[in-house]
Nanobody
Framework: QVQVVESGGGLVQPGGSLRLSCAASGSIFRVGAMGWYRQAPGKQRELIAT???????NYADSMKGRFTISRDNAKNTVYLQMNSLKPEDTAVYYCNAAVISLHYSDYIVYWGQGTQVTVSS
């Protein structure tokens, strides 16, 4: 079994910062690309950024500038640093990870349950 768990969400004032973490654990042989997405109420889930195991990053155009993705391969963990937060950043933030498990020889994408980020004064 593979688990992906996000943490670090919460309530923050406009202009503030948050750092989200997402760790993959369990029967893991290799973790490939990891990514962050978000879903605001009444909207579709949207891409924020992805990062490969080699550190190559890809950001959605609308997310460039205030969001920074990074990862620690030794911990199978991906981070999302969010700065200058706005009320419209309020959403559930999800992480995914492409994982080769100990039981299957191909990548499977696993999703976390999400962490709520609320930007409000």
């Amino acid at each position: 079994q593979v688990q992906v768990v996000e943490s670090g969400g919460g309530l923050v004032q406009p202009g503030g910062s948050l750092r989200l973490s997402c760790a993959a654990s369990g029967s893991i042989f290799r973790v490939g690309a990891m990514g962050w997405y978000r879903q605001a109420p009444g909207k579709q889930r949207e891409l924020i950024a992805t990062i490969t195991s080699g550190g190559n990053k890809n950001y959605a155009d609308s997310m460039k500038g205030r969001f920074t993705i990074s990862r620690d391969n030794a911990k199978n963990t991906v981070y999302l640093q969010m700065n200058s937060l706005k009320p419209e950043d309020t959403a559930v933030y999800y992480c995914n990870a492409a994982v080769i498990s100990l039981h299957y020889s191909d990548y499977i994408v696993y999703w976390g349950q999400g962490t709520q980020v609320t930007v409000s004064s």
